[in-house]
Structure formats: C-alpha cells, structure tokens
C-alpha cells in the first residue's frame, strides 16, 4: 500500500533509540524527510546515519531535550512547517507513588503531558492551514490499565489523553489528526531498565523478570519496536484521515478486555 507521504515532513521527538527511532525509520522508508532528536549526540547522529542508509531519505538530526522551550524551538527551527509530528519523551523511572517527590510530580507532567501539548500548539494551526496535519502521541498501555509504580507516567499520559480528545475534534474537518499508539512491552532499552530494577528490587536474573513479563503476555513475547513504526506510519497516512481522536492500544493481547 502507498501510503501517501513522499515528500512529507516529520518531526518524531525523542527519536534515536527505542519506539521513536522505528517510527522515524518507517516514516522515512516511506518517503518522509525526518528530524529525529535526542539529547547525545553520538547516538542521534549514528542513528541518523543508519536511516539514511536504510531508507535513502533525508535525516535531519536535531540534538536537544524536547522538555525544554529551547529544544521544542531548535526542533521547529529544523522543520518550521511540520506534516507530521511524533510527540515522545522519556518516562518518569518505577517508583512507589509514595516516593515520588512533588518536583518529580511537575516533571513528569512536564514530560509527558505538557511538551507534546506546547508542540502540538505551535505546529496546529499551519497544518489544518495547509489541509493536512497527523498528529501521533506516544503515551503507553498503563494510561488503560495500571502498571505497578508507574502511576506519575500513567497519569501524565491520561490528562494528555484527555487534553488532546476535545482538540482533535477541532481540527478533524481540515484533514488534522491526533490519535495516540499506547504500546504495552516491547524490547526497547527503556524496558531493559525496568527488567534491571525489578531483578534487583526482587533477587531475580533480568533472564527471570523478562521470562515471567512474557508469560503474561498472550502473544507470549515483547513487541518488535519495527511493529510500532510500522503502525505509526500507518495513522500518519492519507488513508489513515477518518481516524482521530483514538487511541490505539499495540500489546500482544494483554489489555484484557473485550472493547
Ligand atoms: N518500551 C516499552 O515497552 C514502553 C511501554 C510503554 C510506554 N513506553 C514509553 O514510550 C516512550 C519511548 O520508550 P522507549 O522504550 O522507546 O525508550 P528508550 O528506548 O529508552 O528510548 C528513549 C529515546 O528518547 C530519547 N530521549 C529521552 N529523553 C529525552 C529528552 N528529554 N529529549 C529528547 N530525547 C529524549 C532518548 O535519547 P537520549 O537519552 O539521548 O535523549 C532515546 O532516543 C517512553 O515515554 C516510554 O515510557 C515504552
């Protein structure tokens, strides 16, 4: 399927490594020029490199952190006028909520709700202008149903959930969509933190953690970071302009429920 976005522009935040790297990788192999991001600079520019030469299309790496007004600015500086935008960051570390420091609060509303609001604010009004806009949330399975001790993550990513429902509804009639991909586990260094700090907190091999955490997922495995991309390029596709406001759960069956 062409999915209709050679020639389109991307910006995918916090983008040299994990799920942002594969949705950057997939939006390029379709066509798409991208500005990835990262705050080192070795691995960003590496990462770059390697989708170049993946993809052939340009790559535009912008080192900055993205929770900072200055870093939201160099990276619509690289693309003023965005086609696209992946909004990612990292998440808050597993803590008991009992642990989490008022400053840690703000931070992590910061992060994960209040960056992606600010650059969904600053690229809106030029996309539905020019009548075509995808917009694409990385928020995460526990925004549905709870992980234990991330609950600052899983918050955060609710009120942005919530935040972004009545505005997608606003730009919906100019081909202006915002919909969120909620990945349940996939094997990404951000998983393989987590995996180390429950295999110290509890004794266990990380081998032990990542074994059982499979156990539990029907597909009986992590997901692909390429399945995410893979998926991200889709929502940002022509085809994909009748969906917004959604958001879409990617977790090998975990999510019990039947809606
Ligand atoms: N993997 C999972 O199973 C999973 C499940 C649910 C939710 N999530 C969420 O999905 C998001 C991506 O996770 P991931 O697994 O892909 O993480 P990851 O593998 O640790 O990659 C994180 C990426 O974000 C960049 N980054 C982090 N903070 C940044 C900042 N302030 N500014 C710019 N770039 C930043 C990192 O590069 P630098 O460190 O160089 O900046 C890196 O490229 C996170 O919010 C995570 O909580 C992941």
Known sequence: MDLGLKGKRAI?????????????????REGCEVVI??????????????????????VIPVVADVGTEAGRAAL???????DILVNNNGGPPARDFRDISHADMIAGVEA???????????V???????????????????????????DLSSGARAGLTAFVAGVARQVAGKNVTINSIQPGAFGTDRLKSIARAAAQKTG??????????MAMI??????????????????????????????????????????
């Open 12 to 28: 995918v935040c916090a983008s040299s490594k994990g799920l942002g790297r594969a949705c950057a990788t997939s939006l390029a």
């Open 37 to 58: 991001n990262g705050r080192d600079a070795t691995s960003l520019t590496a990462t770059a490199k390697a989708i170049e030469a993946e993809t052939g299309a340009r």
């Open 76 to 82: 619509l500086a690289a693309c003023p006028s965005p």
């Open 112 to 122: 994960n709700m209040l960056t992606p609001i600010a650059l969904i604010r600053a």
């Open 124 to 150: 809106i009004d030029g996309m539905a202008a020019r009548g075509f806009g995808r917009i694409i949330n990385i928020t995460s399975s526990s925004v549905r149903a709870p992980i234990p001790n991330l």
């Open 204 to 213: 266990k091999s990380v081998e032990e953690v990542d074994a059982a955490r």
């Open 218 to 259: 029907p597909a009986g495995r992590f997901g692909d970071p390429g399945e995410f991309g893979e998926l991200c390029a889709y929502l940002a596709s022509a085809q994909a302009a009748y969906i917004t406001g959604q958001n879409i759960l990617i977790d090998g069956g975990s999510f019990p429920g039947a809606f």
